[in-house]
C-alpha cells in the first residue's frame, strides 16, 4: 500500500518556535508482548535526507527493516537503546517502564535533547523534559521513524538469541507476542524467568495461575489490557 513518507515538518517547528537546536525522536516496541523486555530507541538525525523507503517500522517487511536498520544506524547522528525488564514491568507497571526504558536511552545519547517527538497521544516521559507528542509519529516524522525501525530490529534480534535458549516459545518468530506457538508452550511448560508475571494470559493457564503477580493500579490494568486485545485463550 503507498504511504506518504516522513518528513521534519514537526522537527523544523519545533525548531523555529522553541529555539531548540538537538531534536529527538522516541518510539518504543515491545508494549503488548507476553515476553521480554520493552525496548525504546531515542534517535538524532538533524534536517538530513534519510534513506529510501523510512516509514513506520510496522509497514516494513522483515527483510527491508533489517536492511534499513543496518542504513539508519550509520546515517543518523545519535542513537541509544533502553530497556526495561520483564520484572520491572511486573513491578512498576507498563507506564513507568516505558518511562524508565526511555530515560535510559535519552540519558545514553552523547547530547542532551532539547526536546523530545513522543510517538503517540499518550507523554509517558513528562518532566523534565520537554515532550511533543505525536499520533502516528513514526509514519510522518523522520526522527521517530528511524527510532522506530532501530528499536524494532534491535528487539526481534534480541528475542530471537532468547529462542535459541527457550525453543519451544518461538521467540525468533513472534519476538515475544501472542501466537499459537507461544500459547501452546506456555500452557505446556509453564512461563520462562523472561515472561511478564503480571499479564492477563495467566488467567487462563489454571495450572500456571499461582505464579501470577498482581499490579493494582486501574492505569496498569488498563495498558495490559490493551495490549493484548485479541489474544483470549
Not at 499479564?199 to 499461582?210: E, F, I, T, V
Request: proline share 7%.
Amino acid at each position: 500500500m503507498p504511504y506518504e513518507p516522513p518528513t521534519h515538518t514537526v522537527e523544523r517547528s519545533l525548531r523555529a518556535t522553541t529555539g531548540a537546536k538537538v531534536v529527538a525522536g522516541v518510539d518504543e516496541v515491545g508494549r503488548g508482548a507476553w515476553a521480554g523486555p520493552v525496548t525504546v530507541c531515542a534517535a538524532v538525525t538533524g534536517l538530513r535526507r534519510p534513506p529510501e523507503g523510512l516509514t513506520d517500522s510496522k509497514l516494513l517487511t522483515p527483510k527491508r527493516r533489517t536492511a534499513l536498520a543496518g542504513e539508519l544506524e550509520t546515517w543518523v547522528t545519535a542513537h541509544a537503546l533502553g530497556h526495561s525488564s520483564p520484572q520491572e514491568i511486573d513491578e512498576l507497571g507498563m507506564t513507568a517502564a516505558l518511562r524508565l526504558a526511555a530515560t535510559r536511552a535519552l540519558d545514553a545519547l552523547p547530547v542532551r535533547p532539547d526536546v523530545v517527538i513522543l510517538d503517540g497521544k499518550h507523554d509517558y516521559l513528562g518532566d523534565p523534559w520537554r515532550v511533543r507528542t505525536v499520533i502516528k509519529g513514526d509514519q510522518s516524522c523522520v526522527v521517530v521513524a528511524a527510532a522506530s525501525v532501530i528499536a524494532k530490529v534491535r528487539r526481534d534480534a534480541m528475542m530471537a538469541e532468547l529462542g535459541v535458549e527457550c525453543a519451544d516459545f518461538g521467540f525468533g518468530d513472534n519476538a515475544g507476542y501472542p501466537s499459537p506457538v507461544h500459547r501452546a508452550a506456555l500452557e505446556a511448560l509453564g512461563p520462562t524467568p523472561h515472561h511478564r508475571l503480571s499479564w492477563s494470559y495467566l488467567d487462563a493457564l489454571p495450572r500456571w495461575q499461582h505464579l501470577k503477580r498482581v499490579r493494582g493500579t486501574p492505569e496498569a490494568l488498563a495498558l495490559e489490557a490493551g495490549g493484548q486485545l485479541g489474544f483470549d485463550f
